[in-house]
């Protein structure tokens, strides 16, 4: 029976081991993939970025920023650029769910959102690099307004914008100008 379950075990291993692969986060395929070689890299680039997410992430942080958002009147979600899509879909469920929630494209439309916000309600910032041009006129309205940030972004992000209600970390390993997909930024959110 030992034996037994030794062999299974050496094959659950092995299998793990197959199933992460090595992949190049800016560049996953090229022009020679074949659709199956794209669909097997794709897959690599979930599983790589979903296992950094996790490495990074603070449960305590995640925790703490769960209750930021249950607590809140309002939750208002702050992104631009490809992070729309993702924080739109989060805006969604948040509807779904019952809570008040918005996810406006303009940076005029932010800044009032911003403005108009409170303590009670909560702001979700997203921006890897933390260098976002809305965030410069967004920040400092939020903090104001003593408005509770949860920031998601890279430990560069956080290391420039310290001191806010809760920090989410996700891996820095994508270019942010080399790139030729943003899945894992998009994989990172939605995790």
């Known amino acids: 029976v030992h034996s037994e379950v030794f062999e299974v075990e050496l094959i659950r291993l092995a299998t793990e081991a197959g199933n992460r692969r090595d992949v190049d986060i800016n560049f996953p395929f090229d022009a020679t993939s074949t659709p199956a070689q794209v669909m097997e890299r794709m897959e690599g ?25 249950a607590k809140a009147r309002q939750v208002d979600i702050y992104t631009g650029s ?10 969604d ?3 779904s769910a019952g809570k008040s929630a ?6 005029e439309a932010q800044v009032r959102t911003a ?19 809305n965030l410069k006129d967004i920040l400092p309205i939020l903090s104001s307004r003593h408005v509770p940030v949860i920031v998601i972004g890279t430990p560069y992000c956080a290391r420039i914008h310290p001191g806010f209600a809760a920090h989410l970390t996700v891996s820095d390993h994508e270019s942010m100008t080399h790139r030729i997909t943003q899945f894992a930024s998009h994989i990172a959110v939605q995790y």
Request: proline letters at 6%.
């Open 93 to 95: 469920r948040l509807l």
């Open 45 to 69: 680039l979930y599983q790589t970025t979903l296992a950094e997410t996790q490495e990074l992430l603070d449960p305590a942080q995640l925790d703490h920023a769960a209750k930021l958002i």
């Open 115 to 133: 403005l108009a916000s409170g303590p009670d309600h909560a702001a979700i910032v997203i921006s890897y690099s933390g260098l976002a041009p």
């Open 82 to 91: 490809h992070n729309l899509y993702p924080a739109g879909m989060f805006r």
């Open 102 to 107: 918005t996810c406006h494209d303009s940076v």
